[in-house]
C-alpha cells in the first residue's frame, strides 16, 4: 500500500525503472523513505484485527451466525 501510494497509485510497471526492476540500492532507500507509513499501516491493520476479533467473539456469544 506504501509503495503504491508513494507512486499515486500507477500500476508497477509505470514505477521509476530501478524500482520496478527491484535494484537492491533504490529499493533500500524507498524503503526507508516509506517506513513511518509502513508501520502505521501495519499498526492500522493490528487495531483493525483486534476488533473484528473482539466483534466476532461477542457475536459468536449472543448465537449470531
Known amino acids: 500500500m506504501a ?3 508513494h507512486h499515486h ?7 521509476p525503472e ?6 537492491t ?4 532507500s524507498l524503503s526507508e523513505q516509506l517506513d513511518q ?3 502505521q499501516i501495519k499498526y492500522q ?3 483493525f ?4 476479533q473482539a466483534l466476532k ?4 456469544h449472543k448465537g449470531v451466525r
Open 3 to 5: 509503495i503504491k501510494d
Open 9 to 15: 497509485q500507477r500500476p508497477w510497471y509505470e514505477w
Open 18 to 23: 530501478d524500482i520496478r526492476e527491484r535494484h
Open 25 to 28: 540500492d533504490a529499493i533500500r
Open 37 to 39: 507509513e509502513r508501520r
Open 45 to 47: 491493520q493490528f487495531i
Open 49 to 52: 484485527s483486534e476488533q473484528w
Open 57 to 60: 467473539r461477542y457475536a459468536n
